[in-house]
Protein backbone atom coordinates (compact mmCIF):
# COMPACT_ATOMS: atom_id res chain seq x y z
CA UNK A 1 0.00 0.00 0.00
CA UNK A 2 2.83 2.36 -1.18
CA UNK A 3 0.14 5.23 -2.61
CA UNK A 4 1.89 8.35 -3.27
CA UNK A 5 5.62 8.09 -2.78
CA UNK A 6 8.45 11.22 -3.64
CA UNK A 7 11.61 11.09 -2.81
CA UNK A 8 13.95 12.98 -1.70
CA UNK A 9 12.41 13.59 1.99
CA UNK A 10 14.92 16.06 2.80
CA UNK A 11 16.97 17.92 0.68
CA UNK A 12 19.40 20.81 1.46
CA UNK A 13 20.65 22.88 -1.98
CA UNK A 14 22.86 26.14 -2.25
CA UNK A 15 21.52 28.72 -4.63
CA UNK A 16 21.83 28.40 -8.22
CA UNK A 17 21.84 24.23 -8.10
CA UNK A 18 19.27 22.46 -10.07
CA UNK A 19 17.73 19.27 -8.62
CA UNK A 20 14.44 16.96 -9.67
CA UNK A 21 12.25 16.03 -7.10
CA UNK A 22 10.40 12.36 -7.88
CA UNK A 23 6.52 11.21 -7.78
CA UNK A 24 5.81 7.96 -8.81
CA UNK A 25 1.74 6.86 -7.50
CA UNK A 26 0.59 3.09 -7.38
CA UNK A 27 -2.59 4.10 -7.72
CA UNK A 28 -3.25 3.95 -11.31
CA UNK A 29 -4.35 7.57 -11.30
CA UNK A 30 -4.86 9.50 -14.77
CA UNK A 31 -4.21 12.72 -12.98
CA UNK A 32 -1.42 13.91 -10.56
CA UNK A 33 -0.43 17.29 -8.97
CA UNK A 34 2.56 19.50 -7.46
CA UNK A 35 1.87 21.62 -4.61
CA UNK A 36 3.74 23.79 -2.39
CA UNK A 37 3.27 24.17 0.94
CA UNK A 38 4.97 27.48 2.68
CA UNK A 39 3.33 28.71 6.56
CA UNK A 40 0.46 30.55 6.60
CA UNK A 41 0.07 30.65 2.87
CA UNK A 42 -1.71 27.09 2.73
CA UNK A 43 -1.37 24.66 -0.47
CA UNK A 44 -0.57 26.38 -3.69
CA UNK A 45 -0.33 24.33 -7.02
CA UNK A 46 2.78 24.23 -8.93
CA UNK A 47 1.75 22.34 -11.88
CA UNK A 48 -0.98 19.79 -12.67
CA UNK A 49 -1.13 16.71 -15.32
CA UNK A 50 -4.77 15.98 -15.62
CA UNK A 51 -3.41 12.60 -17.94
CA UNK A 52 -0.39 10.97 -19.52
CA UNK A 53 0.98 13.45 -22.09
CA UNK A 54 0.06 16.19 -20.70
CA UNK A 55 0.55 19.09 -18.30
CA UNK A 56 -0.51 22.59 -17.52
CA UNK A 57 0.69 25.20 -15.30
CA UNK A 58 -0.88 26.30 -11.78
CA UNK A 59 -0.87 29.57 -9.41
CA UNK A 60 2.69 29.30 -9.09
CA UNK A 61 4.99 28.12 -12.00
CA UNK A 62 7.89 30.15 -12.32
CA UNK A 63 11.13 28.67 -11.32
CA UNK A 64 9.60 25.11 -11.93
CA UNK A 65 9.35 22.84 -14.84
CA UNK A 66 8.12 19.30 -14.87
CA UNK A 67 7.74 16.16 -16.48
CA UNK A 68 4.65 13.15 -17.09
CA UNK A 69 7.41 10.59 -17.66
CA UNK A 70 4.79 7.48 -17.75
CA UNK A 71 1.61 7.48 -15.99
CA UNK A 72 2.98 6.22 -12.47
CA UNK A 73 5.34 9.68 -12.30
CA UNK A 74 5.66 12.91 -12.61
CA UNK A 75 8.65 15.00 -11.45
CA UNK A 76 9.22 18.35 -10.87
CA UNK A 77 12.44 20.36 -11.77
CA UNK A 78 14.25 23.16 -10.20
CA UNK A 79 16.40 24.41 -13.00
CA UNK A 80 18.40 27.28 -11.05
CA UNK A 81 17.70 27.36 -7.46
CA UNK A 82 16.20 30.35 -5.03
CA UNK A 83 15.91 30.88 -1.75
CA UNK A 84 12.55 32.04 -2.23
CA UNK A 85 11.87 28.72 -3.37
CA UNK A 86 12.50 26.79 0.48
CA UNK A 87 9.59 25.04 0.58
CA UNK A 88 7.64 21.58 1.50
CA UNK A 89 6.93 19.74 -1.61
CA UNK A 90 3.79 17.84 -2.15
CA UNK A 91 2.88 15.54 -5.03
CA UNK A 92 -0.45 13.89 -5.36
CA UNK A 93 -2.39 12.15 -7.65
CA UNK A 94 -6.19 11.53 -8.37
CA UNK A 95 -9.11 9.39 -10.41
CA UNK A 96 -10.46 11.21 -12.78
CA UNK A 97 -13.82 12.77 -12.55
CA UNK A 98 -16.20 9.45 -12.97
CA UNK A 99 -19.38 9.08 -12.12
CA UNK A 100 -19.13 9.48 -8.22
CA UNK A 101 -18.14 13.38 -9.50
CA UNK A 102 -15.02 15.01 -8.53
CA UNK A 103 -12.50 12.52 -7.20
CA UNK A 104 -10.48 13.20 -3.91
CA UNK A 105 -6.91 13.12 -4.18
CA UNK A 106 -3.96 11.13 -2.60
CA UNK A 107 -0.57 12.77 -1.20
CA UNK A 108 2.69 11.80 -0.12
CA UNK A 109 4.27 12.98 2.93
CA UNK A 110 6.10 15.12 1.45
CA UNK A 111 9.87 16.61 0.11
CA UNK A 112 11.25 19.31 2.63
CA UNK A 113 13.76 21.54 0.62
CA UNK A 114 15.80 24.57 2.32
CA UNK A 115 17.65 26.68 -0.19
CA UNK A 116 20.74 28.19 1.32
CA UNK B 1 -14.13 31.72 -9.63
CA UNK B 2 -14.88 28.96 -7.10
CA UNK B 3 -12.94 30.12 -3.69
CA UNK B 4 -13.31 28.08 0.23
CA UNK B 5 -13.26 30.17 3.27
CA UNK B 6 -12.51 28.60 6.76
CA UNK B 7 -12.51 29.79 10.25
CA UNK B 8 -8.65 31.22 11.18
CA UNK B 9 -6.77 29.52 13.81
CA UNK B 10 -5.33 28.07 15.88
CA UNK B 11 -8.68 26.73 17.87
CA UNK B 12 -7.53 25.43 21.32
CA UNK B 13 -9.42 23.29 22.80
CA UNK B 14 -9.23 20.48 26.01
CA UNK B 15 -9.60 16.96 25.78
CA UNK B 16 -13.79 15.29 25.37
CA UNK B 17 -14.89 19.20 23.98
CA UNK B 18 -17.16 19.81 20.79
CA UNK B 19 -15.49 20.90 17.84
CA UNK B 20 -16.80 23.17 14.84
CA UNK B 21 -14.82 24.10 12.26
CA UNK B 22 -16.68 26.65 10.18
CA UNK B 23 -16.33 26.68 5.79
CA UNK B 24 -18.31 28.30 3.46
CA UNK B 25 -17.68 28.00 -0.17
CA UNK B 26 -18.29 29.76 -4.08
CA UNK B 27 -18.57 27.66 -6.92
CA UNK B 28 -20.72 27.34 -9.67
CA UNK B 29 -22.64 24.43 -10.15
CA UNK B 30 -22.31 21.59 -7.82
CA UNK B 31 -19.22 20.91 -6.33
CA UNK B 32 -17.81 17.99 -4.76
CA UNK B 33 -16.60 18.88 -1.13
CA UNK B 34 -14.45 17.49 1.25
CA UNK B 35 -12.14 17.76 4.51
CA UNK B 36 -8.74 16.98 4.65
CA UNK B 37 -6.35 16.52 7.57
CA UNK B 38 -2.48 17.23 7.89
CA UNK B 39 -0.57 15.26 10.91
CA UNK B 40 2.28 16.81 11.86
CA UNK B 41 5.55 15.74 9.15
CA UNK B 42 2.81 13.73 7.09
CA UNK B 43 0.73 14.78 3.66
CA UNK B 44 -2.85 15.55 3.97
CA UNK B 45 -5.45 12.63 3.73
CA UNK B 46 -9.00 13.03 3.36
CA UNK B 47 -10.99 12.61 6.41
CA UNK B 48 -14.44 12.76 4.39
CA UNK B 49 -16.57 13.83 1.16
CA UNK B 50 -19.99 14.85 -0.04
CA UNK B 51 -20.94 14.86 -3.11
CA UNK B 52 -24.26 16.80 -3.61
CA UNK B 53 -26.68 18.86 -1.25
CA UNK B 54 -27.74 17.09 2.19
CA UNK B 55 -25.27 14.65 1.78
CA UNK B 56 -23.41 14.15 5.41
CA UNK B 57 -19.56 12.97 5.11
CA UNK B 58 -17.97 11.07 8.49
CA UNK B 59 -15.25 9.35 9.58
CA UNK B 60 -13.32 8.97 12.79
CA UNK B 61 -16.22 10.31 14.43
CA UNK B 62 -16.51 13.87 12.56
CA UNK B 63 -19.17 15.20 10.54
CA UNK B 64 -19.88 17.86 7.82
CA UNK B 65 -23.26 18.39 5.91
CA UNK B 66 -23.30 19.64 2.57
CA UNK B 67 -25.44 22.71 2.69
CA UNK B 68 -26.52 24.91 -0.16
CA UNK B 69 -28.34 26.76 1.25
CA UNK B 70 -25.57 28.69 3.17
CA UNK B 71 -22.47 27.08 0.94
CA UNK B 72 -21.59 25.33 4.09
CA UNK B 73 -19.75 22.25 4.75
CA UNK B 74 -18.44 23.16 8.73
CA UNK B 75 -16.57 20.24 10.28
CA UNK B 76 -18.03 18.98 13.62
CA UNK B 77 -16.80 16.78 16.49
CA UNK B 78 -18.83 15.99 19.70
CA UNK B 79 -15.65 14.96 21.78
CA UNK B 80 -12.15 15.70 20.60
CA UNK B 81 -9.22 13.64 21.52
CA UNK B 82 -5.32 14.33 21.99
CA UNK B 83 -4.23 12.63 18.85
CA UNK B 84 -7.19 14.99 16.51
CA UNK B 85 -4.50 18.03 16.84
CA UNK B 86 -3.38 18.26 13.08
CA UNK B 87 -4.42 20.83 10.37
CA UNK B 88 -7.60 20.26 9.13
CA UNK B 89 -8.27 22.18 5.28
CA UNK B 90 -11.72 22.33 3.39
CA UNK B 91 -11.80 21.88 -0.04
CA UNK B 92 -13.23 21.91 -3.34
CA UNK B 93 -13.73 20.33 -6.46
CA UNK B 94 -16.07 20.96 -9.75
CA UNK B 95 -17.38 18.36 -12.45
CA UNK B 96 -15.40 18.99 -15.55
CA UNK B 97 -12.53 20.58 -13.67
CA UNK B 98 -9.29 18.73 -12.48
CA UNK B 99 -8.24 21.12 -9.31
CA UNK B 100 -8.90 20.99 -6.06
CA UNK B 101 -9.87 24.55 -4.65
CA UNK B 102 -8.20 24.22 -0.87
CA UNK B 103 -9.30 26.43 1.60
CA UNK B 104 -6.32 28.09 4.02
CA UNK B 105 -6.33 25.32 6.87
CA UNK B 106 -7.25 25.65 10.48
CA UNK B 107 -4.90 24.51 12.87
CA UNK B 108 -6.19 22.48 16.08
CA UNK B 109 -4.55 22.20 19.37
CA UNK B 110 -6.30 19.57 21.97
CA UNK B 111 -5.09 19.35 25.68
CA UNK B 112 -5.37 16.61 27.80
Known amino acids: NAGVTQTPKFQVLKTGQSMTLQCAQD?????MYWYRQDPGMGLRLIYYSASEGTTDKGEVPNGYNVSRLNKREFSLRLESAAPSQTSVYFC???????????????FGDGTRLSIL | GDSVTQMEGPVTLSEEAFLTINCTYTATGYPSLFWYVQYPGEGLQLLLK?????DKGSNKGFEATYRKETTSFHLEKGSVQVSDSAVYFCALGNTGGFKTIFGAGTRLFVKA
Open chain 1, 92 to 106: ASSESVGTGGFQPQH
Open chain 1, 27 to 31: MNHNS
Open chain 2, 50 to 54: ATKAD
